[in-house]
């Protein structure tokens, strides 16, 4: 079954340093979002995207965050200048157009860690 | 606006014995929902959903869960519990199939011999 690939698995960065998220959704898939979780907490939103531009955003996603499609097959969140509180697990997730009910399939998310 | 509440961040059963994870949501409009569960170190994997139709929905490791809109619920059962069932359980809710999946704070189930 297709599945949703996320790089790194989990990522280490200084305060203040850049951090590329990477993601390739599945294949015919066209929408995709960004969620994170924080440990112990709740899986919370960051953004939805479809035909190269956001669709929706939370509050979390400030200027900080942008999200980029460079190529047909990546999906990837960058965090400009991280924060040690952007430490926290980061999903990708995508979703087909064929079906308004079909599910939203995850990957196994890149573990960032800030220090 | 959509949000779900989980009650009980911990629920300990037996092996064998009946599991039930409670979900109430809140929805302005009818819910999508669904139930997802990580085991660790992994993502989120999808258990089930309810969109429209059957009210009882069943899914994946003999899980089911009921839409019950009166009671604006969506609890999770097992009848039987399994050793391999320990793992996090997250009740989401949206407002139509496109839209942002909202999570509760999750459901730790923890399963003994």
């Known amino acids: 079954e297709p ?22 959704p599945i294949s015919n898939h066209l929408y995709f ?32 965050f942008s ?9 990837t969140l960058k965090i400009r200048s991280t924060k040690l509180e952007d430490s926290a697990m980061y999903f990708c997730a995508s979703k087909s157009r064929d079906k308004d009910n079909s599910p939203l399939h995850f990957g196994n998310g890149t573990r960032l860690t800030v220090t | 606006a959509q949000s779900v509440t989980q009650l009980g961040s911990h629920v300990s ?23 997802y569960v990580q085991y660790p ?9 309810y969109t429209t139709g059957a009210t009882l929905v069943k899914g ?26 320990a793992a996090e359980y997250f009740c989401a809710v949206s407002a139509a199939g496109f839209q942002k999946l909202v999570f509760g704070t999750g459901t730790r189930l923890l399963v003994s011999p």
């Open chain 1, 67 to 75: 999200v980029e499609r460079p190529d047909g097959s990546n999906f």
């Open chain 2, 60 to 85: 994946i490791n003999g899980f089911e869960a009921e839409f019950k809109k009166s009671e604006t619920s969506f609890h999770l059962t097992k009848p039987s519990a399994h050793m391999s069932d």
């Open chain 2, 13 to 35: 059963v037996s092996e064998g014995a009946l599991v039930l994870l409670r979900c109430n949501y809140s929805s302005s409009v009818p819910p999508y929902l669904f139930w």
């Open chain 1, 3 to 24: 599945e949703v690939t996320q790089t790194p698995s989990h990522q280490v960065t200084q305060m203040g340093q850049e951090v590329i998220l990477r993601c390739v």
């Open chain 1, 33 to 64: 979002y960004w969620y994170r979780q924080i440990l112990g907490q709740k899986v919370e939103f960051l953004v939805s995207f479809y035909n190269n531009e956001i669709s929706e955003k939370s509050e979390i996603f400030d200027d900080q």
């Open chain 2, 41 to 49: 170190n992994q993502g989120l994997q999808l258990l089930l959903k």
